[in-house]
């Protein structure tokens, strides 16, 4: 177990420990995979003591930051978030239970790149970006272009998910995100639609949809 204090510090352990090496934040992705033999890593990175990881920076007007170590709990009832990213709201309150969303992260959420992540489709209609930090410096991913498969994603085995930052929405913007489950709760979907759509002068002048289970990966319906 390796516990750093900071980004450079994770950064640094990834570089060196290589695709051997795990991060984990609220564990209830890996350490049920990890219970379960689906993967054995050597070395585990605990970002619970990272403090430029946490919290959810909000403004009016000039968009959402969202740590990667943010909870689901934390934008379930976040005022700003439910009031202006309604889909992400929507999204992760449908993440596992209280206890779960408690525990789990926006980060864990999208790293763990499983087709039916419920935080994927609210951020891909948002025109999220993911923050990544490695040891050539930060870069910026659309989240469109952040998954690559069942469990992969663009990150390299050095790279760190540090953030999501979301473009505020224009005047007259919506959304939600909705699924379907074969239990009414703890389900996984077999289907989200996550939708953001901006109105003016009564007509749709702009609408993105974004769907979770249907695909190797979540993805925008074009």
């Not at 923050?131 to 050539?136: L, W």
Request: aromatic letters at 2%; proline letters at 6%; one cysteine or more.
């Amino acid at each position: 177990m390796i516990l750093p204090s900071s980004v450079e510090e994770c950064v640094r352990a990834l570089a060196e420990r290589g695709a051997g090496a795990k991060t984990v934040a609220g564990g209830t992705d890996l350490l049920p995979q990890m219970k379960n033999g689906v993967v054995k890593p050597a070395w585990v990175i605990d970002l619970s003591g990272v403090a430029a990881l946490r919290g959810i920076a909000a403004a009016n007007g000039a968009g959402l930051r969202v740590g990667a170590c943010a909870t689901a709990r934390e934008l379930e009832l976040h005022p700003e978030v439910r009031a202006r990213y309604a889909a992400l709201a929507d999204g992760a309150a449908l993440v596992g239970s209280v206890q779960v969303r408690n525990l789990a992260t926006v980060g864990g959420n999208l790293c763990n790149a499983a087709p039916s992540a419920d935080m994927a489709p609210p951020l891909m209609a948002l025109e999220a970006e993911a923050v990544i930090a490695g040891p050539r410096g930060e870069r910026r991913v659309p989240l469109g272009t952040f998954f690559q498969g069942v469990h992969r994603t663009v990150l390299a085995a050095d790279e760190l998910l540090v953030a999501l930052v979301v473009p505020a929405p224009a005047a007259g913007s919506g959304g939600a995100y909705i699924r379907h489950t074969p239990r009414r709760e703890l389900d996984i979907a077999v289907v989200g639609v996550a939708a953001q759509v901006t109105v003016a002068n009564g007509r749709c002048v702009k609408a993105r949809i974004a769907l979770a289970s249907v695909a190797p990966t979540p993805l925008r319906a074009t």
